[in-house]
């Protein structure tokens, strides 16, 4: 996660921030720095924002914000005199961190001269940005490329960064709904997106599609690993329902979540508890004082919609339930589009291996960076059972995985038959971190479903053990 510092003043500053809060990136925090508190609103979701409200130019003031580590500047401010002095400020805190600058004014000589020799400043011309947007709209005058289209949004250059999602990631193993890969450029060529394509750390991806969708799969290409539940969201939210489950099941799943939130590079846990009831399992809830985990007690039975609501307001990227709990509110655990572990019948902590079992190969790339992820923080090492009945391309299929097991430095096994349904010599195990695509067929009652080749719809017969389910990408 990186931390990134904002200095705010003036009606463009104002606009920018609200946008930033609507954007809700779930991968960095933003520290912002502004005179007064106009922007927030009740629906804002703040949950990777810190607001300071002061005068930018004291120097004191902004040093005790702004000294630590942040990877990046940005001044967005209307006064010029304010601004270069914030800039000052600033670089007597580090010479070094990237810096931001807006500027929509005529500099002089002499404040040309101020800046031109640091090498870690970007000049953001805001002029040049709004008559290159004017232009468009005069006659017998060609549309630059920054600007073709809508101009908002719908296409999008990505430069995908060492240890993205999308390395090693063949192009028709991706699921591109409502956005096509266009193009890709790759050590100044051209490459044309044919299905065989593997994408290449830093190759730069030419995107086009739907605006909102294209800012997901953004946020997809530049996740780094070791940041699961993230790109989902931030936190770990467990429901506990002390009507519905047994003291066994309450004290099983507090303790799992709090394995979860030892190992897992979340930014909080929640426990959510339903009908608090008096005994041990509460006070040790209670009893909790470490920052990261936050218990949310619930006396009023409030319904499923108001949790749902809540889960979105608290930036949740994974859901943990027990598998009772799970079975019986399957579909509206579906609704979320958010991971959802199930707890087994042994600890998380007695778990000894992540498996897959597949053999769509196009939804198992979709998924594979996040399950290697969650392998790696918990120090599994992965297993994938490929029951091959369509003769699909394994030669593919094992690339893919041995490029993306040394990225995240994880070992995987690969076993493949066309005749051996490899449930059959899983579904006594107990100690395995199973991991689904959680698509529209595991909430689909069929009464022939255990005649399914699907290893997908076959999750129920590995239920003893801690399943993930994974939601399908964009």
Not at 104 to 133: A, G, P, Y
Not at 189 to 207: A, R
Not at 327 to 355: A, H, I, M, R
């Amino acid at each position: 996660m990186k931390k990134i510092l904002i200095i705010a003043d003036g009606i463009l500053a104002e606009n920018f921030i609200k946008r930033l809060l609507k954007a809700k990136s779930v991968s960095h925090h933003y520290t912002i720095v502004i005179e007064k508190n106009g922007i927030i609103s009740d629906d804002m979701n703040l949950e990777n924002f810190s607001f300071y409200y002061f005068d930018p130019t004291s120097f004191s003031k902004l040093k005790g914000v702004a000294d630590g580590y942040f990877s990046q500047f940005l001044i967005v401010m209307q006064n010029k005199a304010d601004a270069f002095a914030a800039y000052e400020n600033l670089r007597k805190v580090s010479t070094r961190t990237e810096l931001v600058f807006m500027n929509i004014w005529e500099l002089t000589k002499e404040e040309k001269e101020r800046i031109s020799s640091d090498k870690h400043l970007e000049f953001e011309d805001v002029r040049e940005i709004v008559s290159s947007r004017l232009m468009d709209c005069m006659p017998d005058v060609p549309v630059l490329a920054d600007n073709i289209g809508l101009g908002e949004g719908e296409i999008m250059e990505v430069k995908v960064p060492i240890g993205s999602a999308y390395m090693y990631r063949h192009i028709n193993a991706i699921q591109q709904k409502r956005w096509r890969i266009s193009l890709v450029y790759r050590m100044g060529e051209i490459i044309l997106p044919k299905p065989s394509v593997m994408i290449q750390p830093n190759d730069t991806l030419l995107i086009v599609g739907d605006p909102n969708v294209l800012q997901n799969v953004y946020r997809s290409i530049k996740r780094e690993p070791g940041q699961f539940p993230s790109p989902f969201g931030s936190n770990i939210y467990t429901i506990i329902d002390m009507h519905e489950m047994s003291k066994e099941r309450v004290a099983k799943l507090i303790e799992d979540s709090l394995f979860l939130n030892s190992k897992l590079n979340n930014k909080r846990l929640i426990l959510k508890v339903l009908n608090p009831t008096l005994g041990k399992n509460l006070d040790m809830l209670k009893s909790i004082k470490d920052k990261k985990i936050s218990v949310l007690l619930d006396y009023f039975s409030q319904d499923l919609a108001y949790i749902k609501q809540e889960i979105f307001k608290l930036d949740v990227g994974m859901i943990v339930s027990d598998d009772e709990y799970f079975f019986k509110f399957q579909k509206f655990f579906y609704s979320l589009k958010l991971p959802v572990l199930k707890t087994g019948k042994l600890d998380l902590k007695q778990v000894k291996e992540g498996v897959i079992l597949g053999e769509e190969s196009q939804e198992i790339e979709n998924q594979s960076a996040v399950i290697m992820d969650c392998c790696a923080q918990l120090s599994l090492d992965m297993k994938f059972y490929h029951f091959d009945s369509q003769n699909s391309d394994k030669d593919a299929l094992t690339e893919h995985f041995e490029s993306i097991s040394n990225l995240f430095s994880r070992r995987i096994t690969i076993e493949s038959s066309k005749d051996k349904n490899p449930i059959i010599a899983l579904k006594k195990s107990k100690d395995l971190l199973h991991f689904v695509v959680f698509n529209e067929n595991i909430v689909t009652s069929s009464p022939f479903a255990f005649m399914s080749r699907d290893m997908n719809r076959l999750y129920k017969k590995l239920s003893n053990n801690a399943q993930l389910f994974v939601p399908t990408s964009v």
